[in-house]
């Protein structure tokens, strides 16, 4: 199965100031998923980018794809507290198998 | 509301001990699946289904078992559990038409 590998593993940033996490995979990919996960909840999907695409926009989130470096970015813009979570990417090559890597910890300031 | 809903949330029991799980999805999904999710390791896959009667194993299947009767039901069975599935667990669901996945709220299992 493909598998996302997040970095940095754990980031502490200041409430309004911008967050970048980053993903790497390793095998040609149909389209590339984000999720946060709250501690210990249910992962809850963020924003789906398709291999073709380079940039994505969804309000405060910001995810780009470069697929000939197998890397992809989110970038959340003016974080909030509420915005503390952790943060996974799902690489796909549209088969079933879906492994998620162990994340990127966010911590917001206040 | 839509949702995935697990039971027990919680579960402390003892090696050997059969238990199952639930997962229930009130969204007509087609795909089903289960995780677990330890320290250092993120979330692997341990079973999906992918419509009823449909089942494949995913990266960690041993020692688990699964079965989908009905499209909504998604039930993990551990018939003799070990200390070394001591994990959380979360099933998950989406539809054939979006990779986009439902996750349950998760099963926080200690085996003893």
């Known amino acids: 199965s493909q598998q996302g590998e997040e970095d940095p593993q754990a980031l502490s940033i200041q409430e309004g100031e911008n967050a970048t996490m980053n993903c790497s995979y390793k095998t040609s990919i149909n389209n590339l998923q984000w999720y946060r996960q709250n501690s210990g909840r249910g992962l809850v999907h963020l924003i789906l980018i398709r291999s073709n695409e380079r940039e994505k926009h969804s309000g405060r989130l910001r995810v780009t794809l470069d697929t000939s470096k197998k890397s992809s970015s989110l970038l959340i813009t003016a974080s909030r507290a509420a915005d503390t979570a952790s943060y996974f990417c799902?690489?796909?090559?549209?088969?079933?198998?879906?492994?998620f890597g162990i994340g990127t910890k966010l911590q917001v300031i206040p | 509301e839509a949702q995935v809903t697990q039971n027990p949330r919680y579960l402390i029991t003892v090696t050997g001990k059969k238990l199952t799980v639930t997962c229930s999805q009130n969204?007509?999904?087609?795909?089903m699946s289960w995780y677990r999710q330890d320290p250092g390791l993120g979330l692997r896959q341990i079973y999906y289904s992918m419509n009823v009667e449909v089942t494949d194993k995913g990266d960690v299947p041993e020692g688990y078992k699964v079965s989908r009767k009905e499209k909504r039901n998604f039930p993990l069975i551990l018939e003799s559990p070990s200390p070394n599935q001591t994990s959380l667990y979360f099933c998950?669901?989406?539809?054939?038409?979006?990779?986009?996945?439902?996750f349950g709220p998760g099963t926080r299992l200690t085996v003893t």
């Open positions: 799902a690489p796909s090559g549209g088969y079933q198998k879906v492994t």
């Open positions: 998950a669901s989406r539809t054939g038409a979006s990779y986009e996945q439902y």
């Open positions: 969204m007509n999904h087609e795909y």
